[in-house]
């Protein structure tokens, strides 16, 4: 029954303590609204009544008796009691019986049961009632009812004791109705995680126009999934990547080894070997880029980061490949003016300028040209790599950050097809976006800091950080 897996939710407990907390801050307010009630008319009838008898007990007989014949004129409710009695305790005028025997005779208000002297009834009733002697002995009383007090007690008790049940029941039922709705979506959430755990990766935790709470951490969900199924489809397609890649230096170092094994001569064996390990070489280096690239995914993190200088960070590279630049006859500049700070890697970000100068030189053709920029854009730092190569279609831009991507064109050019990719991967690390943009000719590839609010332009970002979570 879903009414009790209701019971059993936190929003539903939660809606409990919501009322439990409404029924004892009621019940505060119902208290104190009771006492207010309670005491503030008895203490302003023990006030009066005190001050009254003192006035009295001085008052000449005949003054005193008409002072009480108009007290009791106007008590039209009849609820005033009036004595006055001799030296020896017997009525002289008034509407009270007898001096009640509980009554301490001391000018203080005390709360005595009272029988009436001029009442169709016989019962006695509670009174509020002051006495004190006169000189001449005598004693002078003044009392009031309190039948109106309690039966406004009792009128406060009743409003107040129904007006919480429905107190009560209202933070009920708005803690159930708002329970329902928890429950229900966190129903849906939870159905939509067990998808996801089934194997459809696709599916996404729902988020509502108006976002909340709930909704932020099921953004920042959603944001991991799309990571993991970027790392997954990375991960499918990596061992068709390798075996495409490995294929063809296993090949020919088979078919080496076989002409070495079938040649006449020593030095036809000491050839084939050669080329086997050349190739063998090249495969390392596919095998060890691919360990590096892991190793910068999972093994560093940014809190191990300090100030660095990407200007710097550009003059190493630049001096790293300026005798590579020259041996081609390229043109090779670097335009790094002043100190452009960041927090970082300097290796790191050392090694993915260098595969970004690395690839710029080899598309590069003889007599060509490439720049190296490092400079602060509007308070952020900017490096940017620019070649006058054949440049890269709109239509690979979106391709040429993946793993062992070589085009068509490129494929007679030595190389893994991992140096873009590990230079995306290092710049998302970073916090960097990585994009290539059209030089005319060539291409420009630019690091800029991530920004999630910036206006996609022509360019297009690696996606590796397009896909990850902004930092």
């Known amino acids: 029954m879903w009414i009790f897996d209701l019971f059993k939710t936190a929003t539903f407990r939660l809606a409990v303590l919501f009322a439990l907390a409404v029924t004892a801050s009621t019940s505060v307010v119902f208290v104190f609204i009771y006492w207010q009630v309670a005491t503030f008319d008895v203490r302003r009838v023990e006030a009066r009544l005190s001050e009254e008898v003192l006035r009295a007990v001085?008052?000449?007989?005949?003054?005193?008796?008409?002072?009480?014949?108009?007290?009791?004129?106007?008590?039209?409710?009849?609820?005033?009691?009036?004595?006055?009695?001799?030296?020896?305790?017997?009525?002289?005028?008034?509407?009270?019986?007898?001096?009640?025997?509980?009554?301490?005779?001391?000018?203080?208000?005390?709360?005595?049961?009272?029988?009436?002297?001029?009442?169709?009834?016989?019962?006695?009733?509670?009174?509020?009632?002051?006495?004190?002697?006169?000189?001449?002995?005598?004693?002078?009383?003044?009392?009031?009812?309190?039948?109106?007090?309690?039966a406004l007690r009792q009128l406060v008790f009743a409003a107040l004791t129904i007006g919480i049940a429905p107190a009560v029941a209202l933070a009920l039922i708005v803690g159930l109705i708002f329970s329902l709705r928890g429950a229900r979506?966190?129903?849906?959430?939870?159905?939509?995680?067990?998808?996801?755990?089934?194997?459809?990766?696709?599916?996404?935790?729902?988020?509502?126009?108006?976002?909340?709470?709930?909704?932020?951490?099921?953004?920042?969900?959603?944001?991991?999934?799309?990571?993991?199924?970027?790392?997954?489809?990375?991960?499918?397609?990596?061992?068709?990547?390798?075996?495409?890649?490995?294929?063809?230096?296993?090949?020919?170092?088979?078919?080496?080894?076989?002409?070495?094994?079938?040649?006449?001569?020593?030095?036809?064996?000491?050839?084939?070997?050669?080329?086997?390990?050349?190739?063998?070489?090249?495969?390392?280096?596919?095998?060890?880029?691919?360990?590096?690239?892991?190793?910068?995914?999972?093994?560093?993190?940014?809190?191990?980061?300090?100030?660095?200088?990407?200007?710097?960070?550009?003059?190493?590279?630049?001096?790293?490949y300026e005798p590579l630049a020259e041996a081609k006859s390229i043109t090779f500049t670097l335009d790094a003016p002043a100190p452009a700070p960041c927090l970082g890697d300097f290796e790191l970000m050392t090694e993915a300028v260098a595969n970004l100068i690395d690839n710029a030189i080899k598309f590069t053709p003889e007599k060509g040209a490439v720049q190296v920029v490092a400079k602060m854009n509007s308070g952020r730092p900017v490096i940017r790599v620019s070649d006058t190569g054949p440049g890269v279609t709109p239509e690979e831009r979106g391709e040429i950050f993946k793993r062992f991507y070589r085009s068509e064109s490129s494929r007679h050019i030595p190389g893994t097809g991992l140096g873009l990719n590990m230079a995306a991967t290092i710049c998302n690390l970073h916090g960097f976006d990585l994009r290539v943009d059209d030089n005319q000719p060539?291409?420009?590839?630019?690091?800029?800091?991530?920004?999630?609010?910036?206006?996609?332009?022509?360019?297009?970002?690696?996606?590796?950080?397009?896909?990850?979570?902004?930092?």
């Open 58 to 150: 001085n008052e000449p007989e005949d003054q005193l008796r008409r002072q009480l014949e108009r007290r009791l004129a106007s008590d039209l409710r009849r609820l005033d009691y009036v004595g006055l009695f001799n030296k020896d305790g017997k009525p002289v005028y008034g509407n009270i019986a007898a001096l009640p025997g509980s009554l301490a005779i001391d000018g203080l208000a005390h709360t005595v049961e009272v029988l009436p002297l001029k009442r169709i009834d016989s019962g006695t009733e509670p009174a509020m009632m002051v006495a004190r002697r006169r000189p001449s002995g005598g004693v002078v009383l003044l009392g009031r009812s309190l039948y109106e007090v309690y």
């Open 185 to 320: 979506r966190l129903k849906t959430i939870n159905q939509t995680i067990v998808r996801i755990m089934r194997g459809d990766l696709h599916e996404r935790l729902p988020i509502r126009a108006r976002p909340d709470d709930i909704d932020h951490i099921a953004s920042a969900v959603n944001l991991m999934l799309d990571e993991m199924v970027r790392l997954l489809d990375q991960i499918k397609s990596v061992g068709d990547n390798i075996a495409h890649d490995l294929r063809t230096p296993l090949a020919v170092m088979r078919i080496s080894l076989e002409r070495g094994l079938a040649a006449p001569s020593e030095q036809g064996l000491r050839s084939a070997a050669q080329r086997a390990l050349t190739e063998l070489d090249h495969a390392l280096t596919t095998v060890t880029a691919l360990q590096r690239i892991s190793e910068i995914e999972l093994g560093r993190r940014r809190g191990e980061f300090t100030r660095i200088d990407l200007a710097e960070v550009c003059a190493n590279a630049f001096n790293l």
């Open 442 to 471: 060539g291409a420009i590839f630019e690091v800029t800091p991530h920004n999630p609010d910036s206006e996609e332009s022509d360019s297009v970002t690696s996606p590796v950080l397009a896909t990850a979570s902004p930092h």
